[in-house]
């Protein structure tokens, strides 16, 4: 028992510091308990084997079809196992915006409510299309290496599009042994038989069992008196269902296959049924078990895995483990859809990711995934993602028109950030309670159900607030109150996945908002872009002859309300000269946004300006 006290005790510890947690994990081999022990009862001894933790937000459970509270084994710990790719052939963008979307909550887990997460996530590299595609290619890769080479290929597009990667990666192929060993324990559960060439689940004896603690079909949409698969879900299973009927091969029409006999010439393992491999479903409960074990908080995949890939784990997972369930909550993304048709390779009606990235940013296609609830279905097209753009440029020209405010677009004499003799009045507390009010509205927001759009819609209220209370101010405004605005809503990106744009293209001054950016220690953030100091240079000329020519006007209108006759002195001399100042430098401002990359000059009334790149 001192071991095991020892253990949980470390357990813990280990769970408040992600960063040793996830390198223990990795050091430990599969085939040890310890891990089970770690990731599954690490609440220690003196706590309930079946307590369960609320984290304080509701989820739209896809087993009960509603929201309930997301409860963990473990306080401030969620396991969470992902389904991964089939590595057979390029990803599209539905599956980059399933993984983007999780990617987006994984985030707002681990940053905005202080969850550690250790997420698994499988690969199948062993299956018939991968075997389709080595064929295909008449021999020229073989199965293994075509699962590599697209393998590689679907890491480096997530690492493109910013998507963390998971805690563990786990393929089929290394997982062998043990899933001979899982179909094996279900066997003799009663679970499972061999008919032909290939074992199947019996799904009718898993939901008669006599514990009674079995039910199967519950993430079916609509389930059959009889608790078994119709073909109403899936019209390429249900074909499959009807051909192995006519044969004679399944006792029922929703078992599905365990283990399937090789053919010549394929990729095999021994097993006791024979020569073979294994069926698609018994892939990730196995891999998903050895990690986790019997309990798992959290298990997600796009909304067309539900049924019957979910539901199929989630039986053979309660067979093998003897529990009535297996996994407390199943999240499901929705379909990315081309008009009105769901992108699929089987349709062929398919965007690649490197397509994508070759016309816009990752930060774009994640700026899209948010705008719509993570399980709602959305179209995809020119227009939405122009939609997204507009939404990401409003966010980050504000971000940067705040940069500018504090750390350019002042007097260096000017007292510091905050500090005491610093204007603050009605208006800065104006803009102070619209920053609390978005800080408050996207915790929320975020706690129902992760609702991206309506926290974007709290920030972009955020946005709209700050705007006028940059247009209206003076050099005498508050850089507190501005650089306050500037942290929320810099937050709110960076908490979101945005990272990459906000620290390579914008070069924002993440990590020294704080300081006193204008004392001569501390220089001001470097421009939008790496230049040679050239548009540096222009805009700030440009800026200090508008500010002449603007104070020219203003003196020269306040002569002619003041001084009779000063109109008829005017002439080039003032208004008019200064007028004809201010349209030249509105020419440059413009020449600037017209080049390649676009430079966007910000002017503010009192003559500052700033710039960053489009």
């Known amino acids: 028992m001192r071991i095991l006290h020892t253990v949980s005790v470390a357990a813990r510890l280990l769970a408040k510091r992600p960063q040793i947690f996830d390198a223990v994990l990795n050091r430990i081999p599969f085939t040890v ?4 022990w770690i990731t ?15 984290t304080g937000i509701v989820v739209r459970n896809s087993i009960s079809k509603q929201k309930e509270p997301l409860l963990t084994r473990t306080p401030d710990l969620l396991t969470w196992y992902q389904c991964g790719p089939t590595v057979y052939d390029s990803a599209h963008i539905g599956h980059a915006c399933t993984y983007v979307r999780f990617d987006i909550i994984r985030r707002l887990l681990q940053d905005h409510f202080g969850i550690h997460v250790v997420q698994a996530q499988g690969v199948t590299d062993v299956d018939d299309k991968i075997i389709g595609k080595s064929l295909a290619l008449k021999g020229r890769l073989s199965p293994r290496d075509v699962a590599r080479t697209y393998e ?3 890491a480096e597009q997530m690492r493109l599009l910013n998507v963390l990667a998971p805690t563990r990666l786990l393929r089929v192929t290394e997982h062998l042994k043990h899933i001979v060993d899982f179909i094996a324990a279900i066997e003799a559960h009663g679970h499972a038989y061999l008919s032909g060439d290939t074992v199947y689940f019996d799904t009718q004896a898993f939901d008669s069992s006599p514990s009674g603690i079995h039910v199967y079909g519950k993430l079916q949409p609509k389930r059959q008196h009889h608790g078994h698969a119709s073909c109403a879900h899936g019209a390429a299973t249900c074909g499959e269902v009807a051909a192995d009927e006519q044969h004679g091969v399944k006792r029922s029409a929703a078992d599905f296959a365990l283990w399937k006999l090789a053919k010549q010439g394929e990729p095999a393992w021994d097993s006791p049924w024979g020569a073979g491999r294994p069926g698609w479903h018994i892939e990730c409960s196995t891999m998903a078990s050895e990690v986790f074990g019997a309990t798992l908080d959290l298990h997600t995949g796009g909304q067309d895995l539900a049924f019957p890939h979910h539901e199929n784990e989630m039986a053979q997972s309660e067979s093998y483990h003897g529990v009535a369930q297996w996994g407390s909550c199943y999240l499901h993304s929705g379909h990315v859809l081309l008009g009105d048709t769901k992108m699929s390779k089987s349709l062929g009606n398919v965007i690649s990711i490197q397509a994508l990235l070759d016309r816009h940013s990752a930060d774009e296609l994640r700026m899209l995934c948010l705008s719509t609830k993570y399980h709602q279905s959305f179209s995809f097209s020119d227009g939405t993602m122009a939609t997204a753009t507009r939404t990401l440029f409003r966010l980050l020209d504000c971000l940067h028109t705040c940069v500018a405010y504090v750390t350019r677009g002042h007097d260096p004499s000017a007292p510091a950030a905050g500090a005491v003799g610093e204007a603050f009045g009605q208006r800065e507390h104006q803009l102070t309670h619209a920053i609390v009010r978005a800080k408050h509205s996207c915790g929320e927001r ?9 926290a974007l819609s709290a920030m972009l209220a955020l946005v709209a607030d700050t705007n006028r209370y940059l247009a209206g101010s003076t050099a005498e405004g508050s850089t507190g109150a501005v650089l306050s605005a500037a942290k929320c809503i810099r937050d709110f990106l960076t908490v979101l996945g945005f990272e990459t744009q906000l620290q390579t293209q914008y070069q924002l001054p993440l990590t020294t908002w704080e300081t006193d950016t204008r004392d001569a220690d501390h220089p001001a953030p470097p421009s939008a872009v790496a230049h040679d100091g ?7 000329f440009r800026s200090k002859v508008r500010t002449c020519a603007l104070h020219s006007l203003q003196r020269a209108k306040r002569e002619t309300r003041t001084t009779p006759g000063a109109s008829e002195r005017g002439g080039e001399d003032g208004t008019d000269l200064a ?15 017209t080049q390649s990359p676009a430079c966007v000059v910000r002017d503010t009334k009192d003559g500052a300006s700033s710039w960053h790149v489009r």
């Open 33 to 36: 308990s310890i891990r089970r």
């Open 40 to 54: 599954s009862t690490s609440a220690c001894n003196d706590t309930d084997s079946n307590a369960s933790f609320n």
């Open 152 to 154: 590689r290929e679907f």
């Open 446 to 454: 975020f706690r129902d159900d992760f609702d991206t759009p309506g």
């Open 534 to 540: 050239t548009i540096d240079a222009l805009v700030a």
């Open 579 to 593: 007028k004809s100042i201010l349209r030249e430098c509105d020419a440059v401002r413009d020449a600037l946004a």
